[in-house]
């Protein structure tokens, strides 16, 4: 790890974040969801209006940037009837997601809808640091075997 880097902090179990998470999800029990309870438009237009209401640019540029993106008109007034919540017939739609979060950097309404699906949303760097921590262990694993062989093998000049 460079110098002036902290390592990823481990759960109680001694694993990185990630990975306790995906220990965790593997023992759980399947859900059983009830009625209802999938519908996310109260929380995805507070999480669509935080991410704009996180971003540094305002709503007119947020606007002009999704609608170059996605290739169709954005305005700033569809954004307020999108994070308006007496607007219930005017909603986000998935598919500018990615677009969404681009603009605004916050992974909050993509969240929103990975967790009701069971699934987790992981930010690239936290991506590579679980993948560096699987690394290390392997790399770990492997020097015990190098001296475990080593201890083995009769004196012999390698």
């Given at each position: ?49 935080t ?38 017939t ?15 950097g ?34 770990k ?18």
């Amino acid at each position: 790890m460079a110098k002036g880097t902290s390592r990823p902090a481990t759960a109680p179990q001694g694993l990185p974040p990630l990975l306790a998470l995906i220990e965790r999800a593997k023992e759980a029990p399947p859900v059983v969801l009830p009625t209802a309870s999938l519908d996310l438009d109260a929380s995805l237009r507070k999480a669509v209006a935080t991410a704009i209401a996180g971003c540094p640019h305002s709503r007119q540029t947020i606007a002009d940037e999704l609608t170059r993106l996605v290739g169709r008109e954005v305005t700033e007034t569809t954004l307020n009837a999108w994070t308006a919540p007496t607007k219930e017939t005017h909603r986000f739609p998935a598919a500018y997601l990615p677009a969404l979060v681009r603009v605004t950097g916050s992974l909050a309404p993509l969240m929103v809808l990975a967790e009701a699906a069971g699934a987790h949303v992981v930010d690239s760097q936290t991506m590579l640091l679980a993948e560096r921590t699987k690394l290390e262990r392997s790399i770990k694993a492997a020097r015990k075997g190098l001296v475990a062989i080593d201890a083995a093998l009769p004196e012999v000049e390698l």
